[in-house]
């Protein structure tokens, strides 16, 4: 007789994870949430936007990568889930859309009902942070395929902006400047050119590091810095002056930069206005990565930009700085033809700051 628990799939489990997580959900929850997590389909009640005279809704979904690994490794699994609301909300601000609601997927080698309540906690204290209701999501048991002890996770959300509002490359200024905002680490890309140091140097996640006062592991880590009702606030105080913001993800600054600039504008960075981030300066020297390397893999210690009106920086910071939110003029705006960028519309410049 063959079952489906002697397959690897432990349905029980399963049941146990869903009472387990259910703790943490309620903090994920927003006022436009009907009903509770456990049906088919999760519902949220978009009639708040019927005071938007054309809303435009927003959608984004991504993952974690092989950040996952780290976790594993580490045996610590509330963080990781924070990791995710990051990459997907704050995708989402960056057109100026408010993330309204998100849901997950887990796909695990066996179901641990304790390590899956550890990764919603994660997210649900991502979601709280961000204001986006986690309405659902999915664990999926795929014995054979994962070991038991390996993950991963991955999540979508949408949001909505009034027509009016949306944010884009035609808003962007000849002029403007760029007002970066801190990494909390190294987020969520690069952890493949990561894994690789550690693995060629030797290099355990146990290590101690003077300049980072924690193992090596414990910075690798440290939740991806979430910025969605920071950018909302500071674009509702803008009025107007507030013309895009850059998500630094994969791809580094300038890849990511230039995705939201016209054509005929280009944006440089002064590295002098900013210290890279020990932890990155720590692995880069460990492996010998070029320069360039790092700085297209890396977010390299700025995790979201603002580009607005000049005269409108100083207020910025200000609006910021009020939330808790360290903001500082990095870079501007200025024609491309008069800066030699080449065909990239995104340069770095200068020498980061000494630590």
């Known amino acids: 007789m063959s079952t489906y628990a002697e397959s690897g799939v432990d349905i029980d489990a399963g049941d146990r994870a869903v009472e387990l997580m259910k703790a943490h959900l309620k903090r994920a929850r927003r006022p436009e949430v009907v009903g509770d997590i456990g049906g088919f389909a999760g519902l949220f009640d978009v009639s708040a936007l019927k005071d938007m005279k054309r809303p435009l809704l927003a959608t984004s979904t991504d993952g974690v990568g092989t950040k996952t690994e780290i976790a594993r490794a580490m045996a610590k699994y509330d963080t990781i889930g924070e990791d995710l609301v990051a990459m997907v909300v704050d995708d989402l601000v960056v057109c100026g859309a408010e993330p309204l609601f998100m849901t997950d997927y887990i796909a695990v080698g066996k179901v641990i009902p304790e390590r899956i309540a550890e990764i919603v906690k994660g997210i649900a204290i991502g979601a709280a942070k961000a204001g986006v209701a986690l309405i659902g999501g999915e664990t999926a048991e795929h014995p054979g395929l994962l070991e038991e002890d390996e993950f991963d996770i991955a999540g979508a959300a949408t949001g909505?902006?009034?027509?009016?509002?949306?944010?884009?490359?035609?808003?962007?200024?000849?002029?403007?400047?760029?007002?970066?905002?801190?990494?909390?680490?190294?987020?969520?890309?690069?952890?493949?050119?990561?894994?690789?140091?550690?693995?060629?140097?030797?290099i355990s996640l146990g290590t101690n590091v003077a300049e980072l006062g924690m193992t090596i592991g414990e910075a690798l880590l440290t939740p991806t810095e979430i910025y969605s009702l920071d950018c909302l606030a500071l674009y509702k105080a803008m009025q107007g002056s507030l013309h895009g913001f850059v998500h630094i993800t994969g791809g580094g600054i300038a890849e990511n930069t230039v995705r939201v600039l016209p054509d005929h504008l280009m944006a440089t960075y002064d590295r002098s206005t900013w210290a890279l981030p020990a932890e990155m300066g720590y692995l880069a020297k460990a492996g010998s990565v070029p320069q360039a390397d790092m700085e297209r893999t890396w977010n390299c210690g700025i995790g979201m930009s603002a580009i607005l009106a000049p005269a409108e920086a100083d207020r910025a910071i200000r609006t910021l700085a009020a939330r808790g939110m360290k903001a500082w003029v990095a870079g501007q705006i200025a024609p491309r033809s008069t800066q030699g960028a080449g065909s990239t519309g995104a340069t770095l410049v200068g020498t980061y700051q000494s630590r």
């Open 160 to 202: 909505a902006v009034d027509a009016d509002r949306l944010l884009g490359a035609d808003k962007v200024q000849d002029g403007d400047l760029i007002l970066a905002m801190p990494a909390s680490g190294i987020h969520a890309n690069g952890y493949s050119l990561v894994r690789h140091i550690l693995a060629t140097q030797k």
